[in-house]
């Protein structure tokens, strides 16, 4: 299976200010998964050890069956899934088009989180948006 391209991860805000280097090893431990137009990617509520990006096509995200957005290339999903094991999907991930995703388990993740700080704090950075993204959008509510 192939690796993810470097050029993808680079957009990502996880990787970014990563040197080269940082970046193909990490490109190293993604498996490349190929999903068909309609098929299902990620299930809300189900446990999940992955972390994808997304190469080609586009997917929809839903939360509690409401429509809450699309996903297209260079967007990604699961990150929550690489630092807890026990982590339940918080959405659901649809393909709308075939779709070509990168996938990174969180125990190929591990390692190299251990050996690069900048990696870990990265991570710690997006987890922290994305827990005040979630709770604006509770007060919205």
């Known amino acids: 299976m192939a690796e993810a391209p470097i050029e993808l991860l680079e957009r990502i805000p996880l990787f970014q200010g990563l ?4 970046l193909e090893r990490i490109a190293r431990s993604f498996k490349e998964r190929r999903v068909r137009s309609g098929d ?3 299930v809300e509520g189900a446990g999940g050890v992955g972390f994808f990006v997304i190469g080609e096509g586009a997917a929809r995200v839903d939360v509690h069956g409401e429509d809450r957005g699309r996903l297209g290339p260079g967007d990604y999903f699961g990150e929550m899934a690489l630092i807890d ?3 339940r999907r918080t959405a659901t991930v649809t393909a709308d088009s075939d779709l070509t995703c990168y996938g990174l388990t969180s125990w190929e993740f591990r390692p190299l989180v251990e050996t690069n700080a900048q990696i870990a704090w990265k991570l710690l950075q997006v987890m922290a948006k994305r827990l005040r993204d979630l709770e604006q959008q509770q007060v919205s509510t």
């Open 19 to 22: 040197s080269h280097g940082e």
């Open 40 to 42: 299902t990617v990620a």
């Open 85 to 87: 094991d026990q982590a």
